[in-house]
């Protein structure tokens, strides 16, 4: 091959190379990108979990509260 | 005694037991009306009761459905 | 009529004036005990009633608190 | 520059290319991985909310049918 040849396909080598890191960090970019929003999304998943978890404690104690008025209704049933 | 001594005292009692025999039939009345008072009261105080019990009843049904809407939350917690 | 007759009738009425006399004397004594049932059984359903109106303000209490985590939860579905 | 020295950069530079690409591949698999996960845990959670839905309108009949029984008992308080 001549040298015109390589320095050719040098330069054409160069671009595609540089395309290609190109594309690398666009990809990195979006994989960055992603990872944080499923990271948010799984922090966000956790604290709304949290919210729920004293949401059933508290139906708990509420239905706690609603069986001993039963339990007092029931007593004055009885009882007379 | 003379006649007129024991007739007297004949009339002095006839009126005597007159006037017992009205209170007699006042006391009889005042007691039938209490009595039945005293009787609806109670028919009543049953009705009141049923309508109680019915009541209990259906808190019992309501505790019962809260407690199932509980335990779908806490499996809903506990599967994700 | 005779002494003798005037006598018998005297005998007759003072009998039947005891006799209704005591059985005045049960009558009131059995008006009485109604009065006292029917009084203390009054107080009773007062007390009972007193006692309903409690329960009753608690479970108002109660459905005002399952209130507040109804909106809780629907906050928490809407806000995420 | 000499044939050789030009031989010896073409080889370097396909070298490289051939890496970036590589990394390149593993970048699109591992974004395509994140995309799948982000998406199945935003099915995911759509479902865990439907279902929270269900448990909202069920718990918000449940407080209807309270509220109703506490009427019942204060009319029975208040119609005797």
Redesign the interface.
């Given at each position: 091959?001549s040298?015109n040849e390589?320095?050719a396909?040098?330069v054409s080598?160069?671009h595609?190379?540089q395309d290609?890191?190109m594309?690398?960090q666009v990809?990195?970019a979006?994989?960055g990108d992603?990872?944080q929003?499923?990271e948010s999304?799984?922090l966000?998943?956790e604290a709304?979990?949290k919210?729920?978890?004293s949401?059933?404690e508290?139906?708990?104690s509420?239905?706690f509260?609603?069986?001993e008025?039963?339990d007092?209704?029931?007593k004055?049933?009885e009882g007379?």
């Open positions: 091959e040298a390589f320095q396909q040098k080598l160069t595609k190379l290609t890191e594309r690398n990809l990195e979006q994989l992603l990872e929003r499923l999304s799984q966000e998943r709304f979990r919210s729920l978890r949401l059933l508290l139906l708990d509420k239905i509260e609603l069986t008025l039963r007092t209704l029931a004055l049933l007379s």
